[in-house]
């Protein structure tokens, strides 16, 4: 997205951003349909009757938005596809009516096929999935569960990694449990312990960067290891929204308090949400495009 000068947006868009950056309940893709839905109350809230100071404004929406959860790819990718749109088609209209129309179509374009992406990746994950099989995953991921439900006739049982420090990976064992899947909860440092008991490792993903690795909920790296210490194939699910286009990535840290509410004087307490696994660990990644090879993400940049 072109540079853009600071121009104050709306409280309320503010706070509706504000949302998005301390969400700590939902994955990568609900927060990137959030996005979405902010652009778009931008679009209809503005009451400028301009176009080139509407265009500022909506691009100043979408900087704040790829700046609050930067390891999480989808939502830059889909906001810089809406403020292209709004670049191409200012150029071809002075009707903010006409242009406003054009970008809440796109907006709701982007929406729908984001939410019906993931079952088309949950009929490809199935298809990897052995009858009487044995899963292990990490932390929480909608596109997961949907293989899950799936594939649930053909799986054994799923072990869970509790997903330290807020236990996403007790909302997946939950989840599980309601679609009829025997579930069992470990501490995310059993993983290596258990891994024998396992066919397939299967995680969600945050971002896959343009070499092939994947970027996910911290202890995704270990647990890639252990997979292939063990002969294990390991493969992440997610969206092609979420390939990024560059290799530079910020690791988003929270607050310490998270791993140790009460920390000792003088005691560090350091709370990384994220990690990057390379590619020789993966096996392939499920898209919505199919099951890819690592080398061949590159080639499925939406952006």
Known sequence: MGRTRDIDISPKTKRKI??????????????????????KFGVEDTKEKDVPVFSSYLKQIGKELMEVRPSMAVITNVVNMV????????????NLKIL??????????????LENSIFRIA??????????????????????????RNAREKVKGVIVLEGRPLFEGRKTAK????????????????????????????????????NGSVVNKVGT??????????????YAACSSYKIRSDEELELEEKEGKEVMEEPLPNLKVRNVYFDITPPELIVGIITEKGVLKPNEVINYLNV
Do not use: C
Not at 85 to 91: A, G, I, Y
Not at 100 to 113: A, F, M, R, Y
């Open 18 to 39: 504000e949302d998005i950056k301390n969400d700590r309940e939902h994955g990568a893709n609900y927060l990137a349909i959030e996005a979405l839905n902010v652009l």
């Open 83 to 94: 403020i292209y749109t709004l670049v191409k088609e200012s150029k071809k209209t002075t």
């Open 100 to 113: 406003k129309g054009i970008l809440t179509k796109s907006i709701n374009e982007l929406i729908k096929d």
């Open 123 to 148: 009929a490809h994950g199935k298809k990897l999935i052995k009858d009487k099989s044995t899963i292990m995953t990490h932390s929480w991921s909608r596109t997961f569960i949907e293989i899950m």
């Open 175 to 210: 989840e599980l449990l309601e679609l009829g899947i025997l579930v069992t909860l470990i501490t995310d440092a059993q993983a290596g312990y258990f891994m024998s008991d396992v066919d397939l490792v299967l995680v969600g993903a945050d971002s896959i960067l343009p």
């Open 221 to 234: 790296y270990l647990l890639a290891l252990s997979a292939r210490d063990k002969g294990i194939p390991f």
